[in-house]
C-alpha cells in the first residue's frame, strides 16, 4: 500500500460547522441591520476564510472594505462565543480516523480556518494525538486552493507525493490537492457536491468515511 499520509480538510470534511458558522454570521448581519441567509446558503460561502465569508454574506451594496473589515471583526467575536453550540464530527468520522492511525498512517489537518481557531477545534472534538500537524491559516502563507502549506507539510515530513493524499469537499480542498500532485479524494457528506468535485478534478469520490478506509486498505 504505497500511501502513508492523509491530509485532511477541516469544515465540512471532519466536522460540520455549517450551524455554528451560519448562526454566527447571520447574528452580525441582523446587528448590522442586513438580511440573514438560510443556513444552507452558507455551504457555497465557507472553505475560502473568515473574510471571504463575510464578503459573500453582506449584501451587495455593503461590500466596502471598511464595512467587510467591521463586520469581519464581529464576526471573529460571534463565533468565538459560538464555534462549538452545534459542531458534531460526521458520523463515522471518528471511527474512520482511528482506523487509520493503528493502521499507521500520518495524519494531517489543512484548513482556512485561522490557527489558533483550528487548534482550539481540533482539541475540542478529537484527540489531538490522532494527529501529526494541525495546520490553519497564518500570516503569510497563502490559503488554499494555493498548494504552499501542503507543499511545505509534505517538505517538513520528508515525504514524496506518491505517498501522499488529501481530503476535501469542496472545490478549493480538490484545488488544492490537485496543485500539490497528491491524490485527491472529494468527499459527499460535505458542503458541495459531486459535480463540482469533479469538474474540479478529484480523482476519487466517497459517500461515506468507511470507504476511505476501504480504499487505503481493500482488504479491510
Keep these: 500500500m504505497p500511501y502513508s499520509t492523509v491530509f485532511f480538510d477541516l469544515d465540512g470534511t471532519l466536522l460540520n460547522t455549517l450551524d455554528d458558522l451560519a448562526d454566527s454570521m447571520n447574528s452580525v ?9 438560510p443556513v444552507q446558503a452558507y455551504r457555497y460561502f465557507v472553505g475560502k476564510g473568515m473574510e471571504a465569508l463575510v464578503r459573500q454574506a453582506l449584501p451587495e451594496h455593503a461590500r466596502s472594505p471598511e464595512h467587510i473589515r467591521h463586520c469581519l471583526a464581529q464576526m471573529q467575536d460571534s463565533y ?3 464555534w462549538a453550540n452545534k ?6 468520522v471518528p471511527d474512520m480516523l482511528a482506523t487509520l492511525k493503528a493502521r499507521g498512517m500520518r495524519l494531517n489537518i489543512l484548513s482556512n480556518k485561522p490557527q489558533a481557531n483550528t487548534e482550539e477545534t481540533v482539541a475540542h472534538f478529537f484527540d489531538p494525538d490522532l494527529f501529526d500537524a494541525v495546520i490553519g491559516a497564518r ?32 472545490a478549493v480542498d480538490v484545488r488544492t490537492g490537485r496543485a500539490a500532485e497528491v491524490l485527491t479524494i472529494g468527499v459527499l457528506w460535505g458542503f458541495r457536491d459531486a459535480p463540482e468535485l469533479t469538474e474540479n478534478g478529484a480523482q476519487e469520490l466517497i459517500k461515506s468515511p ?6 487505503l486498505f481493500p482488504e479491510h
Design 210 to 215: 468507511d470507504q476511505l478506509v476501504q480504499l
Design 80 to 82: 468565538a462565543r459560538n
Design 139 to 170: 500570516d503569510n502563507v497563502p490559503k488554499k486552493p494555493d498548494p504552499t502549506a501542503l507543499l511545505e507539510l509534505m517538505s517538513s515530513f520528508g515525504l514524496d507525493k506518491s505517498h501522499c493524499l488529501f481530503v476535501g469537499d469542496s
Design 87 to 92: 459542531t458534531h464530527p460526521y458520523p463515522g
Design 29 to 37: 448581519l441582523e446587528h448590522n441591520g442586513h438580511p440573514p441567509h
